[in-house]
Each structure stands twice: as structure tokens, then as C-alpha cells.
């Protein structure tokens, strides 16, 4: 895949996904596209406390990763924890 693909396409394929109720119930905060350099893959980022205020903790947000398939479906989630979105950007590399 070579073309630089959207945020905006990507929820174009994936409505429930981007739900009011799907993002309250995973906690998901805000969402990016971006690219592995080199091969131009797609990946969806999110900043997200997903569920790390389970058992009285305090939220903690962080970045999760999901590759974006060639029918820009949301894929298989990576199973690194990113702190920060610079980490996410490095990794990406």
C-alpha cells in the first residue's frame, strides 16, 4: 500500500468502531493515522486509558497501536503499551 491514507477514510470503513459508545466503553481519547516509514503501512494510534482504571486505580492514559489492513479495516492490535506518542513515532520508524 503506497497511498498516504486518512483518519477520516479509515472511518469511512469502520463506523462502529468510532462509535460514541464503542470509544466510552474502551476509553479510547483521540485517534491518528500514521505510516511505517519505508513501507508506507498504515497503523491506527490511539491515546487511550483502556480499562487501567479497573480494580480502583487512577486512569492512565497511553498509545495503542492497530495495523490498518489493505481494505482499511482496523487489524490486529500490537501488543506494546506506548507512554507517549513520540515512543509510538519512533517505533513507526
Not at 500500500?1 to 479510547?28: H, P, Q, Y
Not at 490511539?46 to 480499562?51: D, G, K
Amino acid at each position: 500500500m503506497n497511498k498516504t491514507i486518512s483518519l477520516t477514510e479509515v472511518k469511512a470503513r469502520n463506523l462502529k468502531w468510532f462509535s460514541a459508545d464503542n470509544k466510552k466503553f474502551f476509553g479510547d481519547l483521540r485517534y491518528w493515522v500514521l505510516h511505517q516509514k519505508g513501507t508506507n503501512k498504515p497503523h491506527l494510534v490511539r491515546l487511550t486509558n483502556a480499562w487501567t482504571d479497573m480494580f480502583g486505580k487512577e486512569k492512565e492514559p497511553h498509545y495503542r497501536v492497530n495495523e490498518i489492513t489493505n481494505d482499511l479495516k482496523i487489524g490486529e492490535l500490537n501488543d506494546r503499551i506506548f507512554k507517549s506518542l513520540r515512543e509510538v513515532k519512533e517505533w513507526l520508524k
